[in-house]
């Protein structure tokens, strides 16, 4: 019973470890630094299959670029070509394979043969549909990729509009980078499946129909094998298109999170003053016009339910449309409380004096 218990809880600690090894080879396949990846599934990683370690990765489309690395030999540069993995079939190679096919079914019945063309056909009408989906995929990620870089340069504006740290600066710079190379690499691929639909439509002849059965059925089996190995190219070019947008689409939510955070934290950045939380200076001293602080009071006038003090310069009047416009939007107009910087009434005082300390007005 003690020797049971004791292999029971071997295996236990044997398993965990297994997992936590696991674990980390995952994260190293994540880093381009010290990385881990396999070569028969162009990069990806897998615990079972033979491994690549690499010193520093770059991927680039259908290519990807390895420094320092040690697969079956070490290299201080080696470079993995999709191509290698996913390979097209050369007009030799698929003849080649034609004439073993015509071989085997020469000596069969018609009907036979006509079984034979029968599953052919089926299995071409199968490919074609997965080629046609994967190519529609691929139009369809084209456009919307287009559109999406649109979406990365809003985020390049609102981090200026936002004016971060130099810290803060480096961190939405950084993910917008690493953003901007995933979605490189989804462009790559779809530009790399458009060169696999030019070789392939180029390399492949059409079946013609021929009297002679054997013929007629070596030439389906060569119009399959042609279509099914386009239909796996396809789909791991689509693939790869969708990891790299996802990836880039994340990035960019993540960084559009922050840029959000930082444009509504505690405190703003108005040149050389701050003011704080729940205040928020649409115009500057300067007459400049903020967007983000005028998004910032919005966001937050539903939800108030006190007095809004509304300050205003008198001797500038480029404020008095949004004045109007926050009046006119106002449920309960005796909410609001407009104070001219000029008039020291008492009633705003103590509003008038934390306006003069952040604008520097005397």
């Known amino acids: 019973m003690v020797m049971t218990v004791r292999c029971k809880m071997n295996s236990g600690k044997t398993a965990s470890f297994t997992k936590l090894k696991i674990g980390f080879m995952w994260l190293l396949h994540k880093l381009p630094l010290m990385h881990i990846s396999c070569d028969k599934i162009f990069g990806d990683y ?8 690499s010193f520093f990765k770059l991927s680039l489309g259908d290519n990807k670029h390895y420094l320092i690395t040690w697969g079956n030999e070490f290299k201080f540069y080696y470079r993995l070509k999709f191509s290698e993995v996913e390979k097209i079939k050369t007009n030799k190679e698929l003849m080649d394979k034609t004439d073993s096919y015509a071989s085997l079914i020469d000596d069969r019945n018609k009907e036979e043969i ?6 052919l056909k089926h299995k071409i009408s199968s490919g074609q549909s997965r080629i046609s989906s994967g190519y529609n995929k691929t139009n369809q990620y084209t456009t919307i990729a287009l559109v999406y ?10 981090i200026l509009e936002v004016k ?3 810290s803060e600066a ?3 710079y950084s993910l917008i980078s690493i953003s901007m190379y995933y979605i490189l690499n ?13 070789y392939t439509r180029s390399t492949f002849g059409d079946i013609k129909n021929n009297p002679n059965q054997t013929k007629l059925a070596s030439l389906y089996y060569l119009d399959w094998l042609s279509t099914n190995n386009e239909s796996q190219i396809i789909t791991s070019i689509v693939l790869n298109i969708e990891k790299y947008f996802f990836r880039s689409l994340v990035t960019s939510i993540i960084t559009l999170g922050l840029i959000f955070t930082l444009s509504h934290s505690s405190k703003y950045d108005t040149g050389t003053q701050n003011h704080n939380k729940g205040e928020y200076l649409i115009y500057d001293s300067a007459g400049n016009f903020n967007k983000t602080e005028l998004i910032g009071f919005l966001n937050q006038f539903d939800q108030n339910t006190g007095v809004i003090y509304i300050i205003k310069n008198k001797a500038n009047d480029n404020g008095d449309s949004i004045l109007s416009f926050i009046k006119s939007i106002a449920l309960n107009q005796s909410q609001i409380i407009v104070a001219d910087c000029q008039s020291l009434s008492k009633k705003y005082d103590q509003v008038l004096e ?7 007005y005397n």
């Open 170 to 172: 480096i961190l939405l």
């Open 114 to 119: 006509d079984t034979n063309i029968d599953f």
């Open 354 to 360: 934390k306006f003069y300390r952040i604008h520097g």
């Open 164 to 166: 971060p740290s130099i």
């Open 149 to 158: 870089l649109g979406f990365l340069v809003y985020l390049v504006d609102s």
């Open 186 to 198: 989804s462009f790559l691929f779809i530009r790399f499946a458009l060169k696999v639909k030019g």
């Open 46 to 53: 897998e615990y079972s299959l033979p491994a690549r370690f």
